[in-house]
Structure formats: C-alpha cells, structure tokens
C-alpha cells in the first residue's frame, strides 16, 4: 500500500517534471437550455516543458476556446487541469488573475498594443502590472525589445509600425514578464510570410529554452514546420496529433 | 499603471480635451453662478454687515433688515437694564433722497450712528476722518454715493450736497458693503439723523448692543427678547433671518439653484458619456490588459485615476475662467460676485461626485468584460 502511494507521487513529480500543461476530459458550452452549444467535448491535451505546440483546425473547432480555459480566462465545466503543476480549476477569478499575471504571457493576432504608448512603454506593462517600478520595467522591456529585434524603434508609437513590428512588440511584452507557458493566438494572421517566418522563429527560440513551453493557435499551414507537435482539433475534440517533422498541410 | 492609465487618457486627445471642456464649463458654470449668487446674499445681508453690532434689538415681528419698524426711544434704556448689556447704542436707517448742486436727486440709505461711541460706523475709512462726524453738519459717504452723486471730482471730502434741504459736508469716504437694493450709503450721527428727516412719532430704527465678557451674543439677544419683549438677533442670526426672507421672497434661490443643478447635470452628461465612450472603444485593450493579468480593481483604479485628473485639470481651469469673469464683470462691485471657499470646496465635492459617478459607469462595464474578448480577432 505505502509503496504504491509512493509510485503514485512519484509518478505524479515525474509528471510535473514533464509537462506543463496537463488536460483531461475537458468539456465548455456556452448558453443555456435549447440554446447551449457544447464547444469543447472531452479534450485531452499534454504540452511538455520546452515544447512549441500547434493547436490547428476549422474556424468553430474549440482551438480558441481551449486556449481560453488553458489561461484561466475561461472556467472549463467539467475535466482536470493541471499548469505549472496547480489546479487552476480551482482557483478564485483573483487567483487566476495572478497566476496569469505571474507565470503567463499573451500574444494576440489583433496585438492589442495601448495606441497611446510607445515601443518600450507598451512592451513594460506586464511589469507595471506587477508593480515594478517605471525606470525598472521600462530598462527591462527596451532590453527585451532589443532581443527580438525592434532595438532602433523604442520610441514608436504603433501607429508607425509595420505589422510585423507590431507583433514582435507584442511578443516583447508577452515575453518582458519571462513567462513560463507563452499562449498565442493567430500570432501570424494580419502578417506576410516572410514576416510570418520571422515571428514563428523567435516563438519558437522561447519556447526552446528550459522550463517554457509555447502553445500557437492557427490557420496558417505555413508555420507548421516550426512545431514539435501540431494538434488538429475539429467539433471541440482532439481529432489527430502528428509530430511536427511530418510537415502536415493545412 | 498610473502612468500607463495617463497616457491612454491624454494620448487620446479629442476625448481628452471633450472631458476637459465638459468639467470645466460645468466647474465654471456653477462656481460663477454659485459666486453671484451668494454675492447677491451678501447684498442682501449687508445692513448687518456694514455695521457689524453683535447684537440688534428692534420690533419683534420684523423679518429682514431693511424692513424697518421704528421702536419707541426708551428701547434704549430698557435694553440697557437688561443683565448682561455691556452697552446699547441706537440706531437710524432709512432711505432719503439727497440733492446736488445741480439739482439732480439721488435716493441715499440715511444712518445715523451713536456720536460719542460711532458704533456702527464702517470699518474702512479710504478718505479723511470718521470722528469728523462729531462736527456739525457732517457726513461720510460710502464709494458708490461717489459714483452716484457725480464722481471724485465733485463729491470728495469737504465737498457738500444736500439731504432733505439740510447741507451736509463730507468729512471721510468709507468702504461700505453695497445693498442688495444698490442704494448709496450715508452715515451721520444719530441725532442729525432725526434732525434732517421728516417728522414721524417714532424714529429709532435699532438698538445695537454688545454683551458683557463671557456672555454670547446669542444668549444676550435670548434674554433681551424675554426680558422686554423686544425682537433681538445677534448679527449672524439677523444675517440669516434676512437671507431667509430673500430666499423665500425673490425665487433667486430657485433660480440659481436650477443653474446650479444644470451646471451640474451638463458636466455629468458630458462627462459621463465621453469616459463610457472612452472605455468601449479602449474595450479591446481593456480586455488585453485583464488577460495580461491586470485585476479589475486596477483596472477601476487607472479608470479613477484618469476620471480625477482630468476633473482636477478642469476644477482649476473652471475656476479661473469664473473668477476672471468675476474680475471682470464685477469690477467695482456693479456686479455681485462673491467666490467663497466653502463654495469652491463645495465645487470641489460636486466635480469629484461627478468624476466618480461617470467613472462608475465605465467600471461596471469593465468589470463585466471577458478578457476571453481578445482572442476574438
């Protein structure tokens, strides 16, 4: 008995040790009554530490909303869910928020940069959210800014930048807090190729590096080649999982 | 994210400058509209101020100052047996008509103060010697008898003019607190007063008196009213029994006080909208910053934030657009304005209850959304 609770920790602390995101039998509806549409029925998903994971399929399929119950934005109905190890199923709205706040970064195909401040002040305000001081946070965004390229427009509103500069922007704020699970949405949607390319290869350095992982919601089969994994889902299931090597088409 | 809060406010100019200009219009709407008409209240008050006696004996069923019931002449001395009178002096005021040399009539409030104490007599003195009084036939005149009765260049002191026929030389130029009729004051002595004014039975206006060390002028006027059946205020008690009168007899309180009120509605409407249009169309970034990991109580914080600098920012330019109109048009007193700080406190209450009202709206709103509403495209 005692050694099989031991196998079962142990066996639990090998797990966390692997991954970082654990999903079991998760299930979302949104409405009520006749008007509920299940968007999610029951979906499993694993993402290991130091993996960049694709979550791809139709327009209505459940990738977005999983991505939601992934970051605690959305309260999944029923299923287990395990990241960085806590059950954030269980946590309070504020609990979320922090946990959010601490160990998460966003990458949104739409930006979602503040028109109003710049380059470096936008790429700042995960830390400002932390209540790290202006001249910490900002010399730590340019610094973040720098490494993905955007060294010579700290000063730009985005209003002067380009897409692309647009979302690695983004990404220097999504990455300013060092977030350990990166979540991304459409991150190469309003980009050209080439742009694309670029933007997919500096997600996937970040999520190369230790203890990270990136998860990437998208239509655009032309980042495929840059996942380890490319999760097809379809009517809110996990419908085929394929190694990323296999260059799977759209 | 105060600073983060900042920016998003002043970066978007228009909506900006459209808050600013809906709390400043409303801050000066109602501090310059709050100032004329507590300017007219102390018009109304300024028999009582003028003189400045802590306490007013005079007829019991009178209802503001410049409605005068004469009293009997041994008011005086039945005041001043009452325990407690430190003194009692009497009183006359009333409204007379005074000639120029060129024949021209101007009507005059006509006071005549007690000539050995000059109790009642105003208190600043631009020009010449009060205690001239003393001397026959003499006066002294407040500024806006000046401007009525023809200029500095005829009405100075030593210059004369006529009351009632009497001549009457002016001995000093006071500073006097104007009426709320706009009659020029003259003050004279007491005597001199029932000298030059039409016979009548009684000719006591009041009977001005000052408590003995240690006895309020509330308690003095109780126990003169009791004592001799008298009616008896003390000077703040008269102030708002008369401003009462105004108040109930005019309509201005309801006049002003519907400004007031709309002054108060139009800066609400104008902000409230402009800050709820401001967050819809922020909604996206809002959102952005709740899954960041940005609590809605942060969030309520920079909506404040932006919601008390910007009324802040519009209290000061409201109130010196008011009082630049109140340096203006009411420059040599021709108009009432008077810009107080319990007013401007009140201001201050009023911009801030409009600033969190408006910015309840918008925190509703926000603490409603879903940041689910970024990965929306």
New interface residues.
């Given amino acids: 008995m005692v050694n099989g609770v031991k196998a079962t920790v142990q066996e639990f602390e090998h797990d966390l040790s692997r991954w970082l995101v654990r999903a079991k039998g998760i299930t979302k509806s949104f409405g009520e009554g006749h008007t509920k549409i299940p968007v999610l029925k029951g979906v499993d998903l694993d993402v290991a530490r130091g993996e960049v994971l694709l979550l791809v399929g139709p327009s209505g399929s459940g990738k977005t909303t999983l991505l939601s119950v992934i970051a605690g934005i959305l309260e999944a109905d029923e299923g287990e869910l395990m990241i960085l190890g806590e059950n954030i199923k269980a946590f309070s709205q504020s609990a979320k928020t922090l946990f959010r706040r601490d160990h998460l970064g966003f990458v949104f195909q739409q930006y979602h940069l503040l028109p109003t401040l710049t380059a470096s002040e936008n790429a700042a305000v995960p830390l400002l959210i932390r209540g790290m001081p202006k001249r910490d946070a900002m010399a730590h965004a340019e610094e973040v800014l720098r490494s993905v390229g955007m060294g010579e427009r700290l000063a730009s509103l985005p209003n002067r930048l380009s897409g692309g500069e647009q979302q690695r922007v983004a990404i220097a704020r999504a990455l300013a807090g060092d977030p350990q699970l990166l979540l991304c949405d459409e991150p190469t949607a309003s980009l050209d190729a080439e742009t694309g390319h670029r933007v997919v290869e500096q997600l996937r350095a970040i999520g190369k590096r230790p203890d990270r992982a990136v998860i990437i919601v998208t239509h655009d089969s032309r980042i495929f080649e840059f996942g380890d994994r490319i999760v097809h889902m379809d009517d809110g299931l996990v419908h085929q999982i394929q190694d990323g090597s296999e260059q799977v088409s759209g | 994210?105060s600073?983060?809060a900042l920016?998003?406010l002043?970066?978007?100019r228009a909506k900006y400058l459209m808050l600013l200009a809906g709390l400043t219009f409303s801050t000066m709407l109602i501090v310059q509209q709050g100032s004329i008409f507590w300017g007219l209240m102390t018009w109304s008050m300024s028999g009582i101020s003028n003189v400045n006696a802590p306490v007013w004996v005079t007829d019991p069923n009178i209802n503001q100052v410049e409605e005068i019931k004469p009293l009997a002449d041994t008011a005086v001395t039945r005041v001043r047996s009452v325990p407690g009178v430190e003194w009692a002096v009497p009183l006359y005021k009333g409204v007379q008509r005074a000639r120029l040399r060129d024949g021209n009539f101007e009507q005059i409030a006509l006071v005549g103060i007690d000539p050995s104490t000059l109790i009642g007599r105003p208190y600043t003195v631009l020009d010449g010697r009060i205690e001239e009084l003393r001397a026959p036939e003499t006066v002294a005149v407040d500024e806006l008898t000046v401007e009525r009765l023809g200029g500095p260049n005829k009405i100075h002191v030593g210059s004369t003019f006529e009351i009632n026929d009497h001549r009457v030389r002016i001995v000093a130029i006071v500073q006097a607190q104007k009426s709320f009729q706009n009659i020029p004051f003259v003050y004279t002595t007491y005597e001199r007063a029932l000298r030059i004014t039409p016979q009548e039975r009684r000719k006591l206006s009041y009977v001005l008196v000052g408590p003995q060390p240690g006895i309020s002028a509330e308690a003095l006027a109780g126990r003169i009213q009791k004592e001799t059946g008298l009616g008896a205020y003390s000077g703040d008690q008269f102030g708002w029994k008369t401003m009462q009168w105004v108040l109930k007899n005019t309509g201005i309180g309801v006049n002003f006080g519907t400004t007031v009120f709309l002054g108060f509605i139009v800066g609400m409407a104008i902000a409230g909208q402009t800050f709820y249009l401001f967050t819809v169309e922020n909604l996206?970034?809002f959102?952005?910053?709740?899954?960041?990991?940005?609590?809605t109580g942060?969030l309520a914080r920079m909506i404040l934030l932006q919601s008390f600098t910007v009324g802040l920012i519009g209290y000061g330019i409201g109130i010196g657009l008011a009082t630049l109109f109140g340096l203006t048009a009411g420059r040599g007193g021709v108009l009432p304005f008077k810009e107080t700080w319990p007013l401007l406190l009140g201001v201050f209450v009023a911009l801030m209850m409009i600033c969190s009202l408006s910015s309840v709206i918008s925190i509703r709103k926000l603490a409603k959304l879903?940041?689910?509403v970024?990965?929306?495209?």
Avoid: N, T
């Fill in positions: 994210m600073f983060v920016k998003m002043f970066g978007d996206q970034q959102g952005a910053l709740k899954a960041i990991g940005a609590s942060m879903e940041p689910a970024v990965f929306r495209g």
